[in-house]
């Protein structure tokens, strides 16, 4: 740096200067992160059997379906539908994205919970088709009865989720399975888990809100919910979003509370912003790139397992990924700010 500017931040400078000693935490790297939660999965590859149990029973169970459910609020979803031909459109694509919904839709879809769950293929894919045929199908047709078994299931899938986030933190961090610690912190994770979940849900309405209202406004102004407004109002959603990407990490890490967990997530994110952004994209680019190949057998093959079974490890082994960078971008922070602190605001001595 020009003298001046050495002269004015000499103490911030010459911190920075010393953060890549050897004595101080390497900063987080992302393929050297991705690779050893791979290979911490490959010493314990029984923690596929989570996410391989619930996607064969997602696949061979039979459904919980909200046909009868979905069908009635389209009839009044079309009464209210306007003259207007853009917005008229968009009426009828969303029309026909929830007839899809209705005809492959599973209630037990929902024990792939968020932020915190197992991961699952056939959650998402919507399967209706199994190696024996047509699965059976159990019919909703109250509202109510509906609510309370999404929330019965979705919690369900928190639950077990917590354990298995705790068992994969556990061999991603010290390459063991801590069954006697995850079985006794269990509870408390799974406390910490639900109100975290809750924490997720508020977010997502207070964002969602704001998100409808722009889509209405620009309704009413003439212009098209197209592509581009809806690109930009998801795209300001997922920036608001992004520095939740690791809010559950300390709960299974350092054994925070959730809201504890929330703030550090809120703090590694700002101060590896770049570093972070990166190992976001590359974790979505493998998880969604692998699993169009995991797809590629059809769903009425016992093919099928091969795509599950390739769908856990990959999303395991990321799992096992993110907990390494978390405590190794927690241990960077942490020594930035004890560096800093000592540098910027030294101790008074004594005269």
């Known amino acids: ?56 029973l997602i696949w061979l169970s039979p459904r919980l379906g909200l046909k009868k459910i979905i069908e009635s609020w ?12 853009d917005t008229a459109e968009m009426f009828e694509a969303a029309r026909e994205i929830w007839m899809v919904i209705a005809e492959r839709f599973s209630l037990l879809s929902t024990l792939r919970s968020y932020p915190v769950g197992i991961p699952s293929l056939m959650a998402s894919g919507f399967p209706n088709q199994t190696p024996n045929g047509t699965p059976a199908w159990i019919e909703i047709s109250s509202i109510g009865t509906a609510i309370l078994l ?12 917590a354990l298995y986030f705790y068992l994969v933190a556990g061999v991603g961090l010290d390459d063991k399975l801590p069954w006697r610690e995850a079985i006794s912190g269990w509870p408390r994770a799974s406390g910490q888990v639900i109100l975290l979940a809750l924490m997720w849900v508020g977010l997502m309405f207070g964002i969602s809100i704001p998100a409808l209202c722009g889509l209405l406004a620009a309704a009413l102004f003439g212009v098209a919910p197209g592509s581009t407004v809806t690109l930009i109002i998801g795209s300001i959603m997922l920036w608001m979003a992004f520095p939740l990407l690791f809010s559950a990490h300390g709960v299974f890490v350092n054994q925070r509370s959730a809201w504890s967990s929330v703030k550090k997530s809120v703090l590694i994110t700002k101060m590896t912003l770049p570093t972070t952004m990166t190992f976001f994209m590359l974790v979505v680019l493998l998880s969604q790139g692998l699993d169009l190949l995991w797809r590629v057998p059809p769903e009425d093959s016992w093919l099928m397992l091969i795509g599950i079974t390739g769908h856990a490890f990959v999303a395991t082994g990321l799992l096992a990924a993110s907990f390494i960078y978390y405590r190794e971008s927690d241990l960077w922070v942490q020594h930035v700010q004890e560096h800093f602190k000592k540098e910027v605001d030294p101790p008074e001595q004594a005269a």
């Open 74 to 85: 389209l009839a009044v979803y079309l009464q209210a539908r306007p003259e207007a031909p």
């Open 150 to 161: 999404y929330l019965a299931i979705s919690v369900v899938g928190l639950v077990i989720g």
């Open 1 to 56: 740096p020009p003298p001046k500017t050495r002269a004015r931040y000499g103490k911030i400078i010459s911190s920075m200067e010393t953060l890549t000693t050897p004595t101080s935490p390497n900063p987080p790297r992302v393929f050297k992160t991705l690779l050893a939660g791979f290979d911490a999965v490959t010493n314990h590859i029984g923690l596929l059997l989570f996410p391989i149990g619930i996607d064969l």
